[in-house]
């Protein structure tokens, strides 16, 4: 870990403009990733601009939704009634993830930014497109058992570790970025980037932006489920999830929204999955349909072809445990 510069302003605009004049630095609030990566050398900031005393800890909503700072912790999120009564598969993700130690340190912000967790990507010894771009990616062709089987490229295979994400992407949510200049907003499939040709970067985050808040939409959904395969039943990141959010009336799916984790850079959405189910009945037989379409254009790279048929059997579960069937 190399010697960096620590400040702590007092305001967005202040912190902002830090980063915007230093070329390498970086934003820091719990830090469970960050610090990680500066000691393994896979990040070496020169200043790092703690922002924990910005007034982004706010959770509130109204009709239109939820409005989330982006330094609510992971913790606080998940147990706040609001979220547990109306959006309650973003609690069942966050609280599936990692451990509660870290989730009273993480942040929302963070989440989205954590990098992946690619031993490749984690061993600066090892080549690897997303931390020394051009330099290859040891995975194709190497241990990928942790690695996507949607939206790769010949460049990167990573996947992106959030559960909460898998959740915010099912849930249809927007990320607020505070720039120099000006701020805007993006949806969160927007943000989070599949590899292409530039696989270091992760997401949309331009120099000098912070986000700051996230926002869900109110919704009519009365059936959730979040599922989690992992080879272990605490504090692993998932192998496949699933996150489920229906609207029905009777028997009848009116609306539902889809995502899966651990099978991409960024949360995959089911969208054909979606089309297809609007209007059906909730039943084995159209679930498994819906199951196989999950994973039409899933290719695996070896030690992961085992995660086309988990993704089936995943989609098939979250599906059956939210109709409560």
Excluded at 37 to 58: A, C, F, H, W, Y
Excluded at 147 to 168: E, K, R, Y
Excluded at 314 to 323: G, I, P, R, T, Y
């Amino acid at each position: 870990m190399i010697n960096f510069e620590y400040i702590k302003p007092n305001s967005i605009k202040a912190a902002v403009e830090a980063h915007t004049k230093e070329k390498s630095a970086s934003f820091i609030a719990g830090g469970t990733n960050l610090v990680d990566l500066m000691k393994k050398g896979v990040e070496s900031p020169t200043r790092l601009i703690d922002i924990n005393g910005l007034p982004l800890k706010q959770i509130s909503s109204d009709n239109e939704g939820i409005r989330i700072g982006a330094l609510s912790l992971n913790s606080d999120l998940a147990e706040h009634e609001t979220v547990k009564e109306k959006y309650p598969l973003l609690s069942m993700a966050l609280l599936a993830g990692a451990s509660p130690q870290l989730r009273n340190m993480a942040t929302v912000g963070g989440n989205i930014l954590q990098r992946t967790r690619c031993l490749y990507f984690y061993d600066a010894t090892l080549p690897c497109n997303k931390r020394n771009p051009g330099s290859g990616c040891a995975a194709i062709g190497g241990y990928n058992r942790m690695h996507a089987i949607f939206g790769t490229s010949n460049q990167c295979i990573a996947v992106h570790p959030s559960d909460m994400c898998v959740a915010l992407s099912a849930l249809d949510a927007s990320v607020t970025l505070n720039g120099a200049k000006t701020n805007r907003t993006l949806t969160l499939q927007q943000f989070l980037r599949l590899p292409g040709d530039e696989p270091e970067l992760d997401n949309q985050l331009q120099k000098g932006e912070l986000i700051t808040e996230v926002s869900v939409p109110s919704n009519d959904f009365n059936k959730y489920h979040y599922i989690k395969i992992r080879d272990r039943a605490s504090y692993a990141f998932a192998l496949v999830s699933v996150a489920v959010a229906m609207q029905t009336n009777g028997k009848t799916i009116q609306k539902i929204q889809l995502a899966m984790g651990g099978v991409a850079h960024q949360p995959w959405r089911l969208t054909a999955v979606e089309k297809m189910l609007v209007g059906k009945q909730m039943n084995r037989e159209n679930f498994e349909i819906a199951a196989t379409l999950a994973m039409e254009g899933a290719r695996g790279f070896g030690q992961n072809n085992f995660k086309i048929k988990m993704g089936k059997a995943a989609v098939l579960e979250a599906l059956l445990k939210a109709a409560g069937i």
